[in-house]
């Protein structure tokens, strides 16, 4: 961040300008190329950081494409990634966490910022990148943290490129609302495990669990907001089934948050 700020600040006239733009354009590809092939948790949000950093002092006309063009990255980087799904070892959980939390979700929502519906061209592709992450069925921490990470990231994409997620809105709420189904059953069974153990305080997978199930809830709220007719239609087809107490009774959560 400190060679971002000083490449902003270096060089005066047309001479200097030139040479800033340079920089600049040579930054950002050495930290593009650095981000994909970043295995390190700590080193890659340093370095996601940086090129947050590097996209709000950039010169170029269009900085808001440089965001879209690192979100995509992001996106082919988190698919050739999560093909292990939840059981994949903690390590590579917590880099596919990270990438979410530093790279993805906070463009994402500066993208959301712009009153043009920034991140619309990322909305069909990010849909296919995240919905499958929070379908994921797991017990573990990490697993629980890529979760409400995806999901969250979900949240700044409906608002970014809300004109299109109308036609959407069906898939998504079918995702979010099965996703609270789910956690649902976890917490239930994690809750009679414990009662019958001789620990009777919430450890960290039930906490974590019921967080997820909190951001569910709420990001459906939003959905149903911003995805219109077809996401209703799936709150109405579980009020009118015949599902489980639980879950109707989320629906009624979901209308009134």
């Not at 950039?58 to 082919?76: F, G, H, I, Q, T």
């Not at 990322?122 to 379908?135: E, Q, S």
Request: aromatic share 6%; proline share 3%; with cysteine.
């Amino acid at each position: 961040t400190c060679f971002v700020s000083s490449i902003a600040r270096s060089g005066d006239g047309n001479a200097g300008k030139n040479n800033r733009n340079s920089y600049f354009e040579n930054a950002q590809k050495v930290l593009s190329v650095a981000c994909r092939t970043c295995k390190y948790s700590l080193s890659l949000c340093l370095l996601n950081m940086a090129r947050s950093k590097l996209f709000e002092m950039s010169p170029a006309k269009d900085s808001n494409k440089l965001r879209r063009d690192a979100v995509s990255e992001s996106y082919d980087w988190i698919q050739k990634n999560s093909f292990a799904g939840p059981g994949a070892e903690p390590e590579s959980l917590e880099v596919l966490f990270i990438c979410l939390v530093s790279c993805v979700q906070p463009l994402l929502h500066e993208l959301a910022q712009l009153p043009e519906a920034g991140a619309m061209e990322l909305g069909r592709v990010g849909l296919t990148m995240l919905l499958p992450l929070i379908r994921w069925d797991s017990n573990t921490l990490w697993g629980r943290k890529v979760q409400v990470a995806s999901m969250e990231c979900l949240l700044s994409l409906m608002m970014g490129a809300y004109p299109i997620m109308e036609r959407h809105g069906g898939k998504i709420m079918s995702e979010l609302i099965s996703c609270v189904g789910r956690l649902q059953r976890d917490v239930t069974i994690q809750n009679k495990v414990q009662s019958h153990g001789f620990d009777h305080n919430e450890n960290d997978e039930l906490l974590a669990t019921k967080t997820a199930m909190v951001i569910a809830l709420h990001v459906a709220s939003a959905a149903l907001v911003l995805c219109g007719r077809k996401a209703e239609e799936v709150l109405i087809k579980i009020e009118n089934g015949s599902y489980i107490k639980s879950l109707v009774d989320s629906c009624s959560v979901i209308r009134s948050s």
